[in-house]
């Protein structure tokens, strides 16, 4: 009986809420009770002359149950949470009935009860969920069954006088991680529970919720505390007081409290302001300013480094509230506004600035984000700056390495390849390109063995794969070799691999370099054979080399010398007027003066007397040699007898006839230009070729022959030739011969350079190639000829197929479907109930339409009849009425149109508007398209415009429908272009060459 009368008080006392409200429609609220007048209006809401059923929260199928009940004089009752309520999770079960009044007009009294049930939603239904549990639960025998109290989610216990819990239902157990025996007999206070405020501070007993109502009779709410369970985990939980009276009894004689697990909200809470505090402390400590801006572009939320960098812009120091671009350099004020209205749209914005407002040469990268919300709605911009000042000059310095590297790399005599370990092809420079006549592109990435030279040998493979593959593992490798050029002419070839490591040591890259030394052979055999003849010249030959010092004293004379001047080894270091005749020695010293007085060099022809008496005419060169142990200044001279000279010229003589009969045996045109002079000498061969004759001309006289489309180009690659340090020099161009006729030429030149690498002389050769390059350019229109004659052969076959489908769709099923309808409308007529028939009747009549449309797309019988405007707008008629989007058709009619096209050019125009709109049905999601097609002169321009969301050109994927376009554009000589961006529509341009 105890029990029974506990329960009961409880459900009794547990009623919160009293609402009084008008009997109208509206149910406006006139009385909204103590409770719910003081839990609105601590939000600052009035809920009076308010509809009762607008602060519920009820489905508008719900509210129209409430109202048929009312209106008919019946109570009700249902499930229902109170909107903006401070605990917005309480449910209440609610009771409306109306008032009947004698004097005054009736009322309707709605009564509110908390259940605080998790299922947040009114019960109607076949029968109302709390009505059965509550009906059931608070009846007589509720003691007897207590399933109302355990169905509840939220623990309930309830402590006697002694503070002592006497009863737990089920939530109890789950929530505090004890069985029912466990818990009845404990206080609040108890030890074991450890409980703690949200601070983590002890919980007194005092303040405990049951203690606080069993002391003063007051009920507590939303006190939120943590106590452990048994596993030592810590459960948060809200607890709510309210105290049980004895009848004419003003204290206490019970306490029941309702809890409910909030441990999740709490943890989400502390991650919560964890992530908040982690978030603060990463805007405070990085380097690049932040702010966010709300959508009039004002400053909500930044961190200090943004503070510091407008402060220093603006001199302002308070950001937020303030417009963000108040803080914005004056000459940039526009730019941004910009950008920060591109950000509203959903646009990235990301820039560079040179900000010297924040430093002299400080570059700042500015980015706006847009901020979006669940519904993809910009709501908010994000604004980072970030100074990009050393990652401009680190990108700057990179580039300039990277050019100098490939200046070098390109400019360099040897040709040069870098390869992987593996021996693949990373690069190949300039003068490997010239030699070898192979393109990088075609080859990089492939193995360099097989790829190195024209015409290689199995063998010269195998020998370089080796060597490769043994330099990958640390060896340099060098040997000699013979490779074929692009002349197919083989040449010797001195080639050395280097390995190039990385840090930790691997091999990184192999470096390979060949020079060629058919030249440096040829060179070092005329050395060697010039060193013998020196040799044997001055072993032989009356010549002589000497020292003096300042003061004219002779202190070397070689062997050839002594017998030269008719002297013995006594004549050493004597003075010179001592040994020479005074005619000579004078001529002597005053030649020694001059190189003393000028500190340079100095080349004479002087006499000099045999032995024999005779004289001789010799080749003199002094030099100042330095000084002596003494500090003496010290000349030395060379003679050389000028009859080794006559020899010489006879020799050049030799050579130059070679050169003239060389030149006359090639059928190149040899020139030869002296850049000092600007003079060029053309061979023989220039006659046969060009009809020059041969002679030597100005510079400026063979580069009018230059077709001026080629003059400038020609000029400026010579410029650069010369101005670079390479040895060699081609180029390819139009050439005028003696008969005005222009011939393609291919012109290679060797550059000689004087020890200043400055150049004083280009030989060359110039190749007709004019017949080479004809038939180049013939087979090229040859296989573009035979490529569209195989499309336009394709397309009809596909038009053909087209009709035959057509017309097999229209003469043969649509005749049997036709004859189906017939034998079907027939048995309608018969049997009119039979709503089977009539069904597959419209059934058959859909199929017949759908037949004839599809038939009329593979043929348009507009277009057969009619012509192609005609055609085009039947197409677009159709399509205006079941397409997304409005068609604007902007084609002429007239005969003149129909006329300038051939039956073919019109079967492909008319697939091409049609294919594009297919494409722009499949993937446009457009609301307009525009079709021009205007007459331009010789040419037809076709131009299909839609505004939907467009694509990039650079990495669309061409389907189907793209290739059948374009190969319909190529069939008809057209040129066809796409102008289109993301977010910016589509347009496509054809135009088309008229008969």
């Given amino acids: 009986m105890e029990k029974k009368k506990l329960v009961g008080n409880f459900i009794k006392k547990s009623i919160s809420v009293r609402v009084i409200c008008s009997a109208d429609e509206k149910l406006s609220i006139i009385n909204p009770g103590k409770i719910l007048k003081n839990d609105f209006s601590s939000s600052g809401i009035s809920v009076e002359e308010k509809p009762m059923l607008s602060i519920l929260s009820l489905s508008a199928n719900e509210k129209k149950i409430v109202l048929s009940a009312l209106k008919a004089n ?71 069954n207590s399933s109302f109290i355990d169905s509840l989610h939220e623990g309930v216990v309830v402590f006697n006088k002694k503070g002592e819990i006497v009863y737990a239902n089920k939530s109890s157990e789950a929530i505090l991680g004890l069985p029912k025996k466990n818990i009845k007999g404990r206080t609040s206070f108890d030890q074991r529970w450890n409980p703690i405020h949200e601070d983590g501070s002890y919980f007194n007993p005092e303040d405990h919720p049951s203690v606080v109502t069993l002391h003063t009779g007051i009920p507590c709410r939303n006190v939120i505390m943590g106590v452990s369970k048994p596993s030592l985990e810590i459960s948060w939980i809200t607890i709510n007081s309210q105290p049980l009276f004895l009848k004419g009894s003003s204290e206490p004689d019970q306490v029941v409290c309702t809890f409910t697990d909030i441990t999740e909200q709490k943890k989400a809470e502390i991650d919560l302001k964890n992530s908040e505090r982690i978030q603060r402390l ?10 966010l801006l ?75 984000r847009p901020v979006w919300d669940e519904k993809h709605q910009v709501i908010g911009i994000y604004n980072i700056v970030k100074d990009i000042t050393t990652e401009k000059a680190n990108a ?38 010239n030699f070898t006549g192979i393109k990088r592109e075609k080859v990089q990435g492939k193995f360099f063995w097989d790829n190195y030279c024209r015409n290689a040998s199995e063998e010269g493979k195998e020998t370089l794969k080796k060597n490769i593959t043994e330099a990958s593992g ?39 370099e060949g020079r060629l030394i058919d030249e440096q052979r040829k060179i070092e055999r005329e050395l060697l054979n010039k060193e013998l003849q020196f040799s044997s010249f001055m072993a032989n030959t009356p010549s002589c080399a000497w020292i ?75 030099f100042l040699l330095g000084t002596d142990h003494k500090g003496c200044r010290l000349i030395g001279g ?51 070729l060009f009809g020059c004759i041969n002679l030597t001309i100005p510079m400026n006289t063979r580069v009018a022959h230059i077709h001026p489309k080629d003059r400038s180009r020609y000029i400026e690659s010579i410029e650069v030739a010369l101005e670079g340090n390479s040895e060699y020099w081609q180029l390819e161009y139009d050439f005028k011969d003696i008969e005005n006729n222009y011939k393609t030429i291919f012109d290679t030149a060797y550059i000689i350079r004087d020890t200043n690498l400055k150049g004083i002389r280009m030989i060359g050769a110039m190749q007709d190639v004019t017949n080479q390059r004809k038939m180049e350019k013939k087979i090229v229109d040859d296989v573009i000829s035979r490529k569209r004659e195989l499309m336009k052969e394709t397309i009809k076959a596909q038009e053909r197929e087209r009709k035959e489908i057509a ?76 397409s997304p989007f409005k068609i604007n058709l902007g084609i002429p009619d007239g005969e003149r149109l129909e006329s300038l096209l051939s039956s073919e050019n019109k079967t492909a125009i008319y697939r091409i508007i049609q294919e594009q709109l297919n494409n722009i049905i499949k993937h446009a999601k457009a609301t307009r398209v525009d079709i021009n097609c205007e007459e331009n002169h010789s040419h037809l321009c076709l131009s299909i415009t839609d505004n939907g969301v467009g694509f990039d050109i650079n990495t669309v994927k061409r389907g189907l429908g793209l290739n059948n376009i374009i190969s319909r554009a190529t069939l008809l000589g057209a040129e066809i272009n796409f102008e289109s961006n993301p977010g910016a529509g589509c347009k496509m341009i054809i135009i088309i060459p008229l008969k």
Avoid at 342 to 362: F, M, R, S, T, W
Avoid at 398 to 404: A, E, Q
Avoid at 641 to 670: F, G, H, M, P, V
Avoid at 857 to 871: I, N, R, S, V, Y
Wanted: hydrophobic share 35%; charged share 25%; glycine share 4%.
């Fill in 74 to 144: 019946k109570s009700i009752n249902f499930e229902a949470r109170i909107k903006k309520l401070q605990n917005p999770h309480t449910v209440f079960y609610w009771e409306a009935k109306k008032n009947h009044r004698k004097n005054n007009e009736d009322t309707i009294i709605f009564t509110g009860t908390e259940i605080n049930t998790v299922s947040g939603t009114s019960s109607f239904g076949k029968k109302n969920l709390l009505d059965g549990r509550v009906k059931e639960g608070i009846k007589d025998n509720i003691l007897t």
């Fill in 282 to 291: 990463i805007l405070s400590s990085t380097n690049s300013a932040f702010c």
């Fill in 294 to 368: 709300n959508l009039n572009y004002t400053v909500i939320m930044h961190n200090t480094t943004a503070a510091d960098y407008y402060h220093t812009i603006s001199g302002k120091t308070e950001l937020k509230n303030e417009l963000y671009i108040n803080f914005v350099p004056l000459k940039h004020k526009k730019f941004i506004a910009k950008m920060l209205n591109n950000a509203v749209q959903g646009k990235v914005e990301e820039h560079d600035l040179l900000i010297p407002e924040l430093g002299p040469g400080k570059y700042f990268k500015i980015i706006f």
């Fill in 396 to 433: 700057e310095s990179l580039r300039m390495t990277r050019l100098r590297f490939q200046s070098i790399f390109n400019s360099t005599y040897q040709f040069m390849a870098i390869l992987d370990p593996s021996g693949r092809i990373v690069e190949l420079n300039d003068t490997f390109n």
């Fill in 474 to 512: 640390g060896n340099m490798i060098r040997y000699e070799t013979e490779i074929n050029g692009k002349t197919n002419i083989p040449a010797l070839v001195d080639i050395s691999i280097k390995p190039i490591y990385d840090s930790p040591g691997n091999c990184k890259f192999l470096i390979v």
């Fill in 548 to 622: 003096a010092d300042e003061y004219n004293t002779l202190k070397f004379l070689n062997p050839l010398g002594l017998i030269s001047y008719g002297l013995k080894n006594e004549a050493i270091g004597q003075p010179i007027k001592d040994i020479f005749p005074d005619e000579i020695a004078g001529q002597y010293i005053n030649n020694n003066k001059i190189v003393l007085d000028t500190n340079k060099p100095l080349e004479t022809t002087e006499t000099a007397i045999d032995p024999n008496g005779e004289t001789r005419i010799q080749h003199v060169v002094r």
């Fill in 638 to 688: 060379i003679a050389v007898d000028i009859t080794q000279l006559e020899n010489t010229k006879k020799e050049l003589s030799i050579l130059n006839e070679r050169y003239q009969y060389a030149a006359k045996a090639t059928s190149d045109a040899i020139w030869d230009w002296d850049i000092e002079k600007n003079e060029i000498f053309l061979g023989e061969s220039s006659t046969r």
């Fill in 807 to 882: 017309d097999e769709l229209h003469d043969n099923v649509c005749q049997i479907l036709a004859t189906c309808k017939l034998y079907i409308d027939m048995c309608v007529k018969k049997d009119k109930s039979n709503h089977w028939l009539k069904d597959c009747l419209d059934l058959l009549v859909n199929a017949l339409d759908e037949i004839r449309n599809i038939s009329h797309k593979l043929t348009p019988a507009a277009f057969q009849e009619d012509g192609l405007c005609k055609a085009v707008k039947q197409l677009t008629s159709k399509l205006n009425d079941i």
